[in-house]
């Protein structure tokens, strides 16, 4: 997500500073990058007359001290999660924006983690972010209005529109969509169907543009897990404990499009 978030910011004129853990990782998303951005134009969907923004790249969250909006989209695991943004919160000026691209752990729960709890803000950005102009907006308990202001003319900036909802684990769109994923892999799991039937039958009877199945390849397998875990966790569904179908393939190293195989094989590693 990323490097998702970052080429929709660069395609709308606007300046990034990437942060990852080390170079190589970062070789390859400037790669990414500037593919995603060619994928962007060839579509259609960036702003024409504007130039694109610059990106640098960084190994230090001190680099992030003079950001105007700070947006972390690392792995759904509360310790990195914690780690990140205290980090980042501690060396930014007052009145930066901080954005979590959490896909279900609540913004009030993580507002702890933070210097300021009013400043930060959840944007559950889709995948391609690029490409998906919808974005849920989640304002936790403490957000403050200021941070909302501030939220709402950047995606207005970046051409999204936003629909905000009040914080809760999941939120909206993963607390409906990741126990469906979870269930589909169960029908697989049980032999009632193949990935290819479950999805079919969902994308022809209801809609679903990409199916359940080619949705979870296309968000990574683990990073599903993950926020299984989050929300079976904080709920205790039985609707959100991850199947062992899902579990072995996570074992297994089949993470979905960006290892080339999930339910689906893509044939290559998969950017």
């Known amino acids: 997500m990323g490097t998702n978030i970052a080429t929709l910011a660069i395609g709308h004129g606007v300046p990034v500073v990437l942060i990852d853990v080390g170079d190589p990782v970062l070789a390859r998303a400037r790669q990414t990058i500037t593919q995603k951005l060619r994928h962007a134009q060839l579509m259609g969907v960036l702003p024409p007359g504007r130039p694109p923004g610059g990106l640098t790249t960084s190994t230090s969250l001190d680099d992030a001290a003079d950001a ?11 310790e990195t999660k ?4 205290a980090g980042v919160s501690a060396v930014v000026r007052p009145g930066t924006t901080l954005i979590s691209n959490t896909s279900c752990i609540p913004i009030d729960e993580m507002a ?23 974005v849920e907006v989640i304002q936790g308990p403490r957000t403050g209005e200021a941070t909302m202001e501030a939220v709402t003319a950047l995606l207005a900036t970046l ?12 939120f909206v769109i993963n607390r409906l969509l990741h ?10 799991e049980e032999g009632v169907a193949s990935a290819e039937v479950v999805d079919g039958l969902l994308e022809g009877c209801l809609g679903h543009s990409t199916g359940p199945l080619r949705t979870a390849d296309l968000i990574g397998l683990d990073n599903l897990v993950d926020s299984l875990n989050v929300l079976y966790e904080r709920r205790g569904e039985e609707s959100c404990r991850p199947c062992e179908l899902l579990l072995a393939k996570v074992r ?11 339910f ?8």
């Not at 105007?68 to 509360?78: G, H, I, K, N, R």
């Not at 089949?254 to 999930?262: A, F, I, V």
């Open 68 to 78: 105007t909006t700070v947006v972390e989209a690392v792995t759904e695991l509360p």
């Open 112 to 134: 702890d983690w933070v210097v300021r709890g009013d400043e930060l803000v959840g944007v559950h950005f889709m995948n391609p972010s690029y490409l998906i102009k919808m």
């Open 264 to 271: 689906f094989d893509y044939g290559k590693m998969a950017l």
């Open 82 to 85: 914690a780690k990140v943004l």
């Open 252 to 262: 297994e190293g089949d993470l979905g499009r960006k290892t080339g195989r999930g």
């Open 179 to 188: 126990p469906l994923i979870n269930t589909a892999a169960m029908l697989v």
């Open 159 to 170: 051409g999204r529109e936003a629909l905000v909802i009040r914080d809760s684990p999941g």
